[in-house]
C-alpha cells in the first residue's frame, strides 16, 4: 500500500499504478505540487542494458567502480531511471540530460534543463528508489528499508537531539525499529531538501516520529527560514520501507506514483 500524510495538510493525491504513466500526468505538474515516484529495482538484463546506455561517462565511471555485480546494477537502475523520469518533465532524451552538484554533493539539473525550473531529489534503499520532482523549488525525500538495528539507541543518543533521545529511550521495544526510521528519514528529507547533508545538523533539525504524531517539523538550525514555511510529508511507498518529503513551501500536494517499465512485485 502506496500511503503519504502530513500534519495540517490535506490527504496527498495518489494517482497512476503499474505500467500507468502518462505523459499527461508526467506534463501537469504545477507549482505547488509534487510527483514522488516510486520505483522497484529488479529488472530484466534487456532494460538494465537499455539504461545503461543512457548514463553519462561519469555515470558509467562510477557504475565501474562497484565491487559487486548486483551493486553496479542497482545504481544502473536507479540512475538509469532517474533520467528516464526526468526525460519525461523535460521532453528531451534522457541520455541528453546533464547534472550538477552542489557544495555538499546534492544533484541538480545543468544546462538549459536548468532553466526548466524542474528539481527533484533521489533517495533508494534495497529494492526501491523515490525520486521527488518539483517545479520553482528544492525538494529532499528519504527512504529506508526497515530493520532492527543493534545500536538504534546509541545512534540516536549520539546524533540526535536530547528531546528526540528521551522520546525514543521511552518508546516501546517493538515499535523502535519503525520509530527510528521514521525519525531519520524525516530529518534526512529535510537535510536533503537544503542540500546539507547529514555531516552536521542531524541534531539541530528536530521532528515528529511518535506514532500517535503526523508528519511534522518542530524545530530547525539558526539561520533556516521559518518552520512555517516548511511542508513535511510521511511516505509509504511498500510493505517494509518507510520515507519522508520536505519542501520548503507551505502549501503543497503530493501525488505518488509508480515507474512504469519496473517489474514490480513489491507493490501491491
Ligand atoms: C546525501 C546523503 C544524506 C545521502 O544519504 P544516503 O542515505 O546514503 O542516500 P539516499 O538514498 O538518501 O540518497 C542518495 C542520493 O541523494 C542525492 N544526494 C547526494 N548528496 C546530496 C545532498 N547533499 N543533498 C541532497 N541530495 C543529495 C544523490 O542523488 C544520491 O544518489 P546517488 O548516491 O545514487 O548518486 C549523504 O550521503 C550526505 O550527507 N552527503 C553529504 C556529504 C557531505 O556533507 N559532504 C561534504 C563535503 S566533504
Known sequence: MVKAGANSHPP???SGGQGETSTDQVKALAPGMADVWVTALATSQANLESLRRTLSVNELERAARFHFEEHRARYIVVHGCLRQLLSRYLSIPASSIEFELGTNGKPTLAGDAARSGLQFNLAHSA???LTAVVTGSPVGVDVEQVRILSDANELVQRFF??????EFASM???QQPLGFFRLWTRKEAWLKATGEGIAHLLDK???SFSTAEAARLLSLPDGFPNLADWS???LEP???YIGALAIPRPDVKVRIQFWKDQPNA???
Open 161 to 166: 537531539s536530547k528531546r528526540e533521545a528521551a
Open 12 to 14: 496527498p493525491t495518489q
Open 232 to 234: 513535511l510529508f510521511n
Open 205 to 207: 533539525v528536530e521532528v
Open 266 to 268: 513489491l507493490l501491491v
Open 172 to 174: 516501546p521495544e517493538s
Open 238 to 240: 511498500g510493505p517494509g
Open 127 to 129: 529494492d526501491l528508489s
